[in-house]
Structures are given as structure tokens and as C-alpha cells.
């Protein structure tokens, strides 16, 4: 148990919904990365935010967001969902953002099917 | 940006025998090497890691041996059980900013009994 947690486990959805993806991160852990995982496409990641902020975008869609809460948990959003979106989707976190040896530590994913 | 390359892609073992899984990556600015295991139906694991100013690094039965020259690093399991079995990434950081982590496709490795 690597101390991320994430809900929902499984979430299935229609195209055109928007939903919400909630992430955890380890206790002290200021960091919180989302990635998504799809079969042909590896992990990619999609977007950083250090304890509050936006620190990094990576290939998000417009047609998703995220935040990071005062508590440090983390929301991503997304909406208009198309048939493509469906995947597993990772929230990682790390304890800092600043060092280029952030050990990151991944939670047991989302699996979003868009029907 | 960074490009990292992992192969094979699949690998198949008998119990007993030893497992390689071999990437390169583009970006000299990457420093910090972590592999990563994942189950099935579970989320990446960090299994070992290697920094860029260490060329070895041994945990048990795995071992991660890193190239900055070449631009490769490689994961060695030692003694495979079947428990190994699982998908595995190799990955690449560098600091631009923020630190940019680039994953290898993964490899999935079926050790057989």
C-alpha cells in the first residue's frame, strides 16, 4: 500500500458526462502528479500541482481540469466525455516539487469507461 | 523533450531463470532512474531506483545497472518467481522547472513455473 488513495474505483459514464476523479495524497506530501493509462498510449502524465498550485502541465486535454484542495487532496475533472477518454487514470504524489529525484508514489488508479 | 525507450515489450522466463529489461533515454539532464512494477488491476510500484551519480544498485533478487554515457539503464531479476510476474516501467527525470518524469511503454514479464 503505497498510502495514495483514490476513489472511485470503477466509474462508467456516457459520452457527452462530466465526472470527478478524487486523489489522496501520502501523508506530508505536498505533490500530487494525475496520469493516464491507456493501453496503447503507456502512462502519460497530465498535470503537477505542488501544495496548491499548478506546477506542471503534461498532455492534458482543454476538456479537463484539476485542482489541489487546502487539505492537499486533489480533483480531476473531465468533461465532455468521449469514447477515447476511457482508461485508467493514476494520481501520484511525492513530497516535494523542487528536487529532480522526487521518488513518486502512485495510488491503485480510477478506471473510467466512457459508453 | 525526453524520449524513453524500454523493450522488449514482453518477456517470458522459466522460474529459476533471469530477467532483463533494457531502456535508453534522449535528455542528459536526467539524473533520477526509478522502476516501477505493476499488478494487474493495482497501481505502479516503485520497485528500485538509481541516481545518476551511482553506475549500480542492488535490492535482493533485483539489481538496476545505469549508463549515463550510453544513455541505458537496465533492471536484472535474479532468480525469477512467479510472483514476478507483472508489468514493468522504466523511467527517466529530470528537473526543468519541475521535475518531468518520462515512462518506457512498459514490458510485461510472465515468469512460468
Known amino acids: 500500500d503505497s498510502g495514495v488513495t483514490q476513489t472511485p474505483k470503477h466509474l462508467i459514464t456516457a459520452t457527452g458526462q462530466r465526472v470527478t476523479l478524487r486523489c489522496s495524497p501520502r501523508?506530508?506530501?505536498?505533490?500530487v502528479y494525475w496520469y493516464q493509462q491507456s493501453l496503447d498510449q503507456g502512462l502519460q502524465f497530465l498535470i503537477q500541482?505542488?501544495?496548491?498550485?499548478?506546477?506542471a502541465k503534461g498532455n492534458i486535454l482543454e476538456r479537463f481540469s484539476a485542482q489541489q484542495f487546502p487539505d492537499l487532496h486533489s480533483e480531476l475533472n473531465l468533461s465532455s466525455l468521449e469514447l477515447g477518454d476511457s482508461a485508467l487514470y493514476f494520481c501520484?504524489?511525492?513530497?516535494?516539487?523542487?528536487?529532480?529525484?522526487?521518488?513518486?508514489?502512485f495510488g491503485p488508479g480510477t478506471r473510467l469507461l466512457v459508453l | 523533450g525526453e524520449n524513453v525507450e524500454q523493450h522488449p515489450s514482453t518477456l517470458s522466463v522459466q522460474e529459476g531463470d533471469s530477467a532483463v529489461i533494457k531502456c535508453t533515454y534522449s535528455?542528459?539532464?536526467?539524473?533520477?532512474f526509478p522502476w516501477y512494477k505493476q499488478e494487474l488491476g493495482k497501481g505502479p510500484q516503485l520497485i528500485i531506483d538509481?541516481?545518476?551519480?551511482?553506475g549500480e544498485k542492488k535490492d535482493q533478487r533485483i539489481a538496476v545497472t545505469l549508463n549515463k554515457t550510453a544513455k541505458h539503464f537496465s533492471l536484472h531479476i535474479t532468480e525469477t518467481q512467479p510472483e514476478d510476474s507483472a508489468v514493468y516501467f522504466c523511467?527517466?527525470?529530470?528537473?526543468?522547472?519541475?521535475?518531468?518524469?518520462?515512462f518506457g511503454i512498459g514490458t510485461k514479464l510472465q515468469v512460468i513455473p
Open positions: 523511467a527517466a527525470s529530470a528537473q526543468r522547472g519541475y521535475q518531468k518524469v518520462t
Open positions: 501520484a504524489s511525492s513530497v516535494g516539487a523542487t528536487s529532480d529525484q522526487e521518488t513518486q508514489y
Open positions: 500541482y505542488y501544495n496548491g498550485e499548478e506546477r
Open positions: 535528455d542528459s539532464a536526467s539524473n533520477y
Open positions: 501523508s506530508g506530501d505536498l505533490s
Open positions: 538509481i541516481r545518476s551519480n551511482v
